[in-house]
């Protein structure tokens, strides 16, 4: 038994010497920073008393030591526990209270108001600044780094993440060495990652697409990051000619497409884009593929399963789907109701099995049973069919399917004909009550920069396109779309902002 994921890193990492990560102000960590960094951490979590099993809870900005503490929870056999940077107080309190973590780390300006809540568990608080530096980083560094990794098992926890919780309560997904690691693996394989490669990360590492997907492919390839705090256009347009790939939610792709200055020529070189967290519109797809040359590859995975499908490196990248599925995944298309698989076309809700599917909800084994079938299929939530030739296509999620006159709306089937409209950038369609239907659709509209929409003109545009049921009863336009931090279009939020729509 050994330290499962970190020990898999370390016997996969090039020469120590070699950069990890470089920051857009020059600062550099070489692998063998990344041993030392990790292990003073690590020391530092078990002087404060974590033993295997021990929840570290994190609320802290991105920067290179908040990446070396999930490294050094995972070599002190804790589990790491990220939280949205974006989350208040009070949100905080019901996690910690939930998780009961060991320590706490979070910003200088935020212990007085977490104080309270880390005292009621018992959590030992520590702090960690924008830049690294804070009373944990202190402590690491009075670390003399001559650390042996704790063992671990395959099974072993290492990492909770809490589900974003739009309806009902925020779950803790339970991930485990090998759910990690496997899926590590089989995406260095299957988007061919190597040593040469050099990432552009700017997103958030409170997430799995910043946290597993881009940082755990990086070290098992023995690649290198360039480390953004966020994403800047300015910055991502400097940076891109020495990467040779980059993960993104779709925003970033919109807002690199609304640059001038993001051409053909500076991008010539790039080896691979890849785009997750939230759909693709097919419309961005096709217009970035015809500015630059470069299909983008969009991918589909969860909090709890990490990557599931894929479009192929090889072959066609299919706009508005998300390929197949991973190699070692199951995937099928089933009827909600009776978990028996659909017909291929038919629309289901989508179930995945495989290593990479975590062990349940924490402390919630009740709905961990809803969520599993018996042949331990997990159910998504996502409503999906599968094409003739294989490929996937996700037409939202089963909570936001709209029911109209004993009809079903999938959205994403009505989203990406508005999105084809001339002039719209973006578009979200929702079930309202409706007193004769049971529910109206809706649809809420973003025009392009520039662009004047006229709500009849969308409803027009789609009169012979769709079955009457399926056409929206009312089209808004905002200026802006509601997101969460990972580019989501927040669908609670818009059903709440128009739900007297027909009253």
Request: hydrophobic share 40%; aromatic share 8%.
């Amino acid at each position: 038994m050994t330290n499962h994921l970190f020990s898999e890193i370390r016997n996969r990492m090039p020469d120590e010497g070699k950069t990890f990560l470089e920051t857009a102000e020059g600062r550099r960590l070489t692998y063998g920073d990344v041993v030392s960094l990790s292990a003073r951490f690590a020391q530092a979590l078990i002087g404060l008393g974590v033993e295997p099993g021990d929840r570290v809870a994190v609320q802290v900005e991105k920067s290179p030591e908040a990446l070396m503490l999930y490294l050094a929870t995972v070599r002190a056999g804790g589990v790491f526990l990220p939280l949205n940077t974006a989350y208040t107080p009070a949100e905080i309190d019901y996690f910690v209270t939930d998780a009961e973590p060991k320590v706490l780390v979070c910003d200088p300006a935020s212990r007085e108001a977490l104080s309270a809540t880390a005292s009621k568990v018992g959590a030992s608080l520590q702090t960690m600044d924008a830049a690294g530096r804070g009373s944990l980083t202190d402590l690491a560094e009075a670390q003399d780094g001559a650390f042996e990794d704790v063992a671990r098992a395959d099974d072993d926890l290492a990492a909770i993440l809490y589900t974003s919780g739009t309806t009902g309560r925020s779950k803790g997904a339970m991930l485990s060495h090998e759910n990690l690691a496997s899926n590590a693996r089989t995406l260095v394989d299957y988007w061919k990652f190597t040593s040469d490669d050099v990432l552009l990360h700017a997103l958030p590492i409170f997430h799995t697409h910043g946290l597993f997907v881009a940082t755990n492919c990086l070290l098992m390839a023995g690649g290198s990051l360039l480390f953004l705090p966020k994403f800047d256009l300015d910055t991502v347009l400097k940076l891109l000619p020495r990467a040779t790939t980059m993960m993104g939610v779709p925003t970033f792709y919109i807002r690199l497409l609304t640059s001038s200055a993001f051409t053909k020529d500076l991008v010539a070189h790039m080896r691979l884009f890849i785009s997750g967290s939230a759909p693709l519109s097919a419309e961005v797809h096709r217009e970035f593929s015809g500015r630059t040359g470069h299909a983008i590859l969009e991918r589909y995975g969860m909090t709890e399963t990490n990557m599931n499908t894929s479009n192929p490196y090889d072959g066609e990248r299919r706009p508005g789907t998300v390929g197949f599925p991973l190699p070692g995944v199951a995937v099928r298309i089933a009827d909600p109701q009776t978990g028996r698989e659909v017909a291929r076309g038919e629309v289901g809700v989508i179930e995945v099995k495989g290593p990479n599917v975590f062990q349940g909800y924490w402390r919630m084994p009740e709905k961990t049973a809803e969520e599993f079938r018996v042949d331990r299929f997990f159910i998504t939530g996502d409503m999906g069919q599968v094409s003739e030739d294989g490929y996937i296509s996700i037409v939202g999620r089963a909570k936001d399917l709209i029911i109209s006159g004993g009809f079903n709306v999938y959205p994403a089937e009505v989203e990406a004909l508005i999105d084809e409209i001339e002039g719209v950038a973006e578009s979200a369609v929702v079930g309202v009550p409706h007193p004769d239907f049971g529910e109206g659709v809706v649809a809420v509209v973003a025009p392009k920069a520039g662009v004047t929409l006229d709500p009849a003109a969308i409803t027009g545009a789609l009169a012979d396109k769709l079955a009457k049921f399926k056409q929206p009863k009312k089209v808004h336009v905002l200026e802006t779309l509601p997101r969460n931090t990972m580019g989501k279009i927040q669908k609670n939020v818009l059903r709440d902002q128009f739900k007297g729509d027909f009253a």
